[in-house]
């Protein structure tokens, strides 16, 4: 099956803890992104990679870090400096990243739920 | 329609009829804009896109709408079905700095659209 994944589905953090979220795309798409949906809105932008090592901060990028050191994968780890981490966290692929080529069109995954205890 | 705080804007249609579902999107140089729907819990799936160069396009049952004079678009799904409910967002694909490909979508808060049988 092609597509994105992530995992866990659920996961629970305590206060102080860093955690990561799993990303994984066979799609061969170039570009990469990670979202976060707070309840009853839309999505934000935290960060996202055109291509392999390489990566920017998007709209809400503070208490949140990425790496990208392989084009299906696009960890996100959120460390104990986000306040507020409590959310649904989308990752997204699309096949055209800073080369140029294919589409813009972003493809999602299931999303991880994020609970702080 | 505006969100107001966590209350997402809501269509309530009957199955069976069509549903219009508006969106205004913020920058006039936008040129690539796509409908998702988000069910509960899950990602937001694709369902339709659109370029500028064009002010309507056909799926199926979907039919997408756009107005660059007052920069608005418009999702029409025809004989709405119970499994059409779900939050349905717009995205206009933003400019930045690799030479206007960036594939930067910029997410409306969503429309839920609610079906009764």
């Known amino acids: 099956d092609g597509g994105i994944t992530q995992s866990p589905k659920y996961l629970f953090r305590k206060e102080g803890q860093n955690v990561t979220l799993s990303c994984e795309q066979n799609?061969?798409?170039?570009?990469m992104y990670w979202y976060r949906q707070d309840p009853g809105q839309g999505l934000r932008l935290i960060y996202y990679s055109q291509i392999v090592n390489d990566f920017q901060k998007g709209d809400i990028a503070e208490g949140y870090s990425v790496s990208r050191e392989k084009k299906e994968s696009f960890p996100l780890t959120v460390t104990s400096a986000q306040k507020n981490p409590t959310a649904f966290y989308l990752c997204?692929?699309?096949?055209?990243?800073?080369?140029?080529?294919?589409?813009?069109?972003?493809?999602f995954g299931p999303g991880t739920r994020l609970t702080v205890l | 329609g505006e969100s107001v705080g966590l209350h997402l804007p809501t269509l309530s249609v009957q199955e069976g009829d069509n549903s219009i579902i508006n969106c205004a999107y913020s920058?006039?140089?936008?040129?690539?804009f796509i409908w998702y729907k988000q069910e509960s819990g899950k990602g937001p799936q694709f369902i339709i896109d659109?370029?500028?160069?064009?002010d309507k396009r056909q799926g199926q049952r979907v039919t997408v709408l756009l107005n660059k004079t007052v920069k608005h678009l418009s999702l029409q799904i025809a004989a709405t079905q119970p499994g059409d409910s779900a939050v349905y967002f717009c995205a206009e694909l933003s400019d930045g700095l690799y030479g206007g490909a960036t594939n930067k979508l910029i997410f409306g808060t969503g429309t839920l659209l609610a079906v009764q049988p």
């Open positions: 659109i370029r500028s160069n064009m």
């Open positions: 920058n006039s140089a936008s040129d690539y």
């Open positions: 997204a692929s699309s096949p055209r990243g800073r080369k140029l080529v294919g589409t813009d069109t972003q493809y």
């Open positions: 799609l061969n798409h170039d570009a």
